[in-house]
Nanobody, 121 residues
Framework: QVELVESGGGLVQSGGSLRLSCAAS????????MAWYRQTPGKQRDLVAS???????TYADSVKGRFTISRENAERTVHLQMNSLKPEEPAVYYC???????????????WGQGMQVTVSS
């Protein structure tokens, strides 16, 4: 069974830091890219940061210089270090893994269940 297990969400003060983690189950036999998205009520889910299999990264303009995405391939885990969090950044944060569970099956987007991040002013 394919599973993404997210951890690290919660409440933080404005200006504070949180580290999100997402571990992919071994049923995803091949992992390509890994990413974090966030969504607020009534809005679309937006990309926060992504990291490719070779380590190349992409960030939303709003988080550049404050957030860092990293991955541990051996642990099949992706992290998002979030610093200097702003009051307007509370959202549900989702992990996404692009991969295959079988070489004969198509590349699939796998999503975590989402974690609430709340920033108090």
């Amino acid at each position: 069974q394919v599973e993404l297990v997210e951890s690290g969400g919660g409440l933080v003060q404005s200006g504070g830091s949180l580290r999100l983690s997402c571990a992919a189950s071994r049923s995803i036999s091949t992992i390509y890219s890994m990413a974090w998205y966030r969504q607020t009520p009534g809005k679309q889910r937006d990309l926060v940061a992504s990291i490719g299999s070779g380590g190349s990264t992409t960030y939303a303009d709003s988080v550049k210089g404050r957030f860092t995405i990293s991955r541990e391939n051996a642990e099949r885990t992706v992290h998002l270090q979030m610093n200097s969090l702003k009051p307007e950044e509370p959202a549900v944060y989702y992990c996404k893994v692009v991969g295959r569970d079988n070489i004969l099956r198509p590349i699939t987007n796998y999503w975590g269940q989402g974690m609430q991040v709340t920033v108090s002013s």
